[in-house]
Nanobody, 126 residues
């Protein structure tokens, strides 16, 4: 059973930075598509960024240039570096993985991910 645990969320002021981590156990993150999603109250879950085993990344337009997705294979951990945060970035952030493929086609489609973390809250104040 794959277990994914996010951390690093919290309150931050507009313009600040946070780094989210997602530690995966019982699975090797090197060979799978992984992603970050977020969900704000009353809104649908949306894709933030993805990273495949070849190192190809995808970003939502709203975070392009501000957020960076990466992973440390030695630590089996996925990261999301978030800079220049805005109040509209406030949401619960989830890491997700596709345990069945190395590819990230349709990366922002949440139903294509079969492993999820429990989420970490990010709150950006103005």
């Amino acid at each position: 059973q794959v277990r994914m645990v996010e951390s690093g969320g919290g309150p931050v002021q507009t313009g600040g930075s946070l780094r989210l981590s997602c530690a995966a156990s019982e699975y090797d993150v090197r060979g799978i598509c992984m992603a970050w999603f977020r969900q704000a109250p009353g809104k649908e879950r949306e894709g933030v960024a993805s990273l495949d085993n070849a190192g190809t990344t995808n970003y939502a337009d709203s975070v392009e240039g501000r957020f960076t997705i990466s992973k440390d294979n030695a630590k089996n951990t996925l990261y999301l570096e978030m800079n220049s945060l805005k109040p509209e970035d406030t949401a619960m952030y989830y890491c997700a993985a596709r345990g069945y493929t190395t590819l990230c086609q349709r990366w922002a489609t949440s139903s294509l991910y079969n492993y999820w973390g429990q989420g970490t809250q990010v709150t950006v104040s103005s």
